[in-house]
């Protein structure tokens, strides 16, 4: 049965950046979609965006100028970048596989993420 | 974009009676080619992810007791519990796969009365 765990600094100071990354173990991190999707109390659960293991991204159009995203499946690992964070950037963030479509079949624990001086 | 949207916000249901939560989208999430629903629910209980119940409207993802039941079509769905149990009390999210950007709903709280 797959497994992800997210990683990363809890804390990050407004304007850096984000940078999470999730570690894949049980299963192949190739033919699947893999996706960020956080929660914060203010604007619930939110698809962030996904990629392919060939690479192929697609971000949500309200992030898409802040957001990477990167696959390396020779570590089974994905991973997000989100740069000049704000305080509202503050939440859960969750790493997550799609299912053979895109409903989210897998995610890991999550990853509280607060964005403070 | 796609904007879903739950009834009731919270719900408190006796131990052993149904529970039923809504969930409406903005625009029909029926995709007309393979006449399926694109629209999952979740479960979610505190500090814990969620986790998928029902995809394509109304199939039981491996393992969920069939207490659980999911129903609707076009832009009107609904989640069904048929028994609540003590454990099912959790948060309840729709989502709909249709288009990018995916969204959720804001959620159900389900409470025992």
């Known amino acids: 049965q797959v497994q992800l765990q997210e990683s990363g600094p809890g804390l990050v100071k407004p304007s850096e950046t984000l940078s999470l990354i999730c570690t894949v173990s049980g299963g192949p991190i190739t033919s699947y979609y893999w996706s960020w999707v956080r929660q914060s109390p203010g604007k619930g659960l939110e698809w962030i965006g996904h990629i392919y293991h060939t690479g192929l991204t697609n971000y949500t159009p309200s992030l898409k100028s802040r957001v990477s995203m990167s696959v390396d499946t020779s570590k089974n690992q994905f991973s997000l970048k989100l740069i000049s964070v704000t305080a509202a950037d503050t939440a859960v963030y969750y790493c997550?596989?799609?299912?053979?479509?895109?409903?989210?079949?897998?995610w890991g624990r999550g990853i509280l993420v607060a964005v403070s001086s | 974009d796609i904007v879903m949207t739950q009834s009731p916000d919270s719900l408190a249901v006796s131990l052993g009676e149904r529970a039923t939560i809504n969930c409406k989208s903005s625009?029909?999430?029926?995709?007309?080619?393979?006449?399926?629903?694109?629209l999952a629910w979740y479960q979610q209980k505190p500090g814990r992810p969620p986790k998928l119940l029902i995809y394509w409207a109304s199939t039981r993802e491996s393992g969920v007791p069939d207490r659980f039941s999911g129903s609707g079509s076009g832009t009107d769905f609904t989640l069904t519990i048929s028994s609540l149990q003590a454990e099912d009390v959790a948060v309840y999210f729709c989502q709909q796969y249709y288009s990018t950007p995916y969204s959720f709903g804001q959620g159900t709280k389900l409470e025992i009365k």
């Open positions: 625009q029909s999430v029926l995709y007309s080619s393979n006449y399926k629903d694109y």
């Open positions: 997550a596989r799609f299912g053979p479509w895109h409903w989210f079949e897998a």
